[in-house]
């Protein structure tokens, strides 16, 4: 590319808050995006997600805080002073111009002389593998690739900051898939830093450096996916991004925590709260007849199979445990494993490594 992506610039949002009447959109959310990052703003409809992304684009004001492009201050500059480029769910392409104009529109706006956005233009195409469609209408494209001409329109110019809105929600199962990794894989290309927006926890934790998860208008964490999948902050989180079961923790006065009756752990490093709640994913789960395992890495909690769902590649064993609480354990089918023999209302222990129990603040729900 002729653009300059050595120079991305990084993006700090400070205390924002955005009201809509008596709704906070934001409330007084700081997220540093580093030069270069790809960041996902992550949460379910209605978070404030949408919010976040256009008030770093400029196309709403704030109530308070502030928004910086490296040390420049924008929180007040108009959108089009900004610099930034920007994808949208419904590509929002001009209908009546072919695809070399759409992706050219962004040049002519800046007064680019022709050789050079012929140029431009025709590498953007190349990047997204549309050089054959140039001269096509938007009406004969497929969705992906009217998504990729999008793109292309929005990375021409050389922005150091690219802003995209949910950008493959439209497209089928399939086709998201297989352009999340189109995606992640320009973004590696062009190195400009990415602000990302979904509603799908599987594509933040395939396509983000990190992942900043909101919940009504609040940031609840912040992090790489490894760290938000491996240590949740809260009931929230946990739940929304992977599966989880939950149980209830009591504290002894040594600040050791239990469940059923065995030690899972300390009490968190710095934390305050009464209440403590065990986080077990279900793929983190073994099963087994009798505790043979000499391994005191382990911990074993004792329940009964409700139901075995058959997935091709994992089972899905359901249990309820001596106490009521309900656990799902996901199991790989290969040979070794077993699953085959497990049955309905069949009495079993789960076992887990220390290294893989999570604890959050909070009660149980
Ligand atoms: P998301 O993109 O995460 O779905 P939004 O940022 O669009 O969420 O919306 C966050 C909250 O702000 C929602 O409660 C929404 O109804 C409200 N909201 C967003 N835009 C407006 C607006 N222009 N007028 C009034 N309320 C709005
Ligand atoms: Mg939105």
Redesign the pocket.
Known sequence: MTSDTSASLSISVTELTKT?GK?F?LNRVSIDVKAGEFLTLL?P???????LLMAIAGFNRPDSGRICFGHEDVTVLPPHKRGVGMVFQNYALFPHMSVFENVAFPLKLRKIPADEKHQRVTEALQTVQLSDFAERGIDQLSGGQRQRVALARAFVFGPKILLMDEPLSALDKKLREEMQIELKQLHRQLGVTTVYVTHDQREALTMSDRIAIIDHGELAQIGTPREIYNAPANHFVASFIGESSFFPLTKNKSGTLHYAGVSVGKVPNRAMHENWTLVIRPERLSLHATKTSKNTDKIYFSGKITELVYQGETVIVMMIMEDGHNLTARMNTRAGNDVDSLRVRQNLLVGIDKQDVIIIPGEAS
């Open positions: 809509y709704v959109a949460g409809s209605g978070s404030g997600k949408t919010t």
